[in-house]
């Protein structure tokens, strides 16, 4: 039952949900564009427009993420008739899981970050944030990455 939900099921619905995503994403970017033609010196209007295709776009992103993830789960070993069913199977899936949602998450917020210091319209406070929020976020990474590498060499010395 799950080899027929997880062979054919699960990925013709992700990608109708992505043929989904990718249309809708195509038609605000369209509505935006026009808002942002007929918005005539309006910069309330030209600011809406430009976040409406920048939303479009992350949701685009997301929804393209979200395949990836779901396909990653749905393949992924969870240590199914293992000696060492803990250790030798799930923790080690789970760990794996848990590595690239953070990643994923770590991808995200550079992204907004980056983002958030193309819109700051020479803000120097806003491009501050956005500097520090990028600043924290590879911290965060370069330390979770190297705890996971640090722990694998040692596993690997049998230390």
């Known amino acids: 039952m799950f080899d027929v939900l997880f062979a054919s099921t699960l ?24 808002q942002l033609m007929f918005a005539t010196g309006d910069e309330a209007q030209v600011t809406q427009g430009r976040w409406a295709i920048l939303y479009a776009l992350l949701g685009l992103g997301l929804a393209l993420g979200s395949q990836s993830l ?40 550079i992204m907004f970050a980056g983002i958030r210091m193309a819109l700051t319209s020479g803000k120097p ?25 640090l722990v694998q060499a040692l596993l690997l010395l049998g230390l």
């Open 11 to 34: 990925p013709a619905a992700i990608q109708l949900l992505i043929n989904i995503a990718a249309a809708a994403a195509v038609i605000f970017i369209v509505v935006a564009g026009g």
């Open 70 to 109: 779901v396909e990653f789960v749905a393949t992924e070993y969870w240590g199914q008739l293992a000696p060492d069913f803990l250790f030798g199977g799930v923790l080690p899936s789970v760990v794996r899981v848990a590595l690239l949602l953070f990643n994923a998450t770590f991808m995200l917020v």
């Open 125 to 149: 406070d806003e491009f501050q944030k956005a500097l520090s929020t990028i600043k924290w976020s590879v911290g965060g990474a370069i330390t979770v990455n190297g705890a996971r590498a």
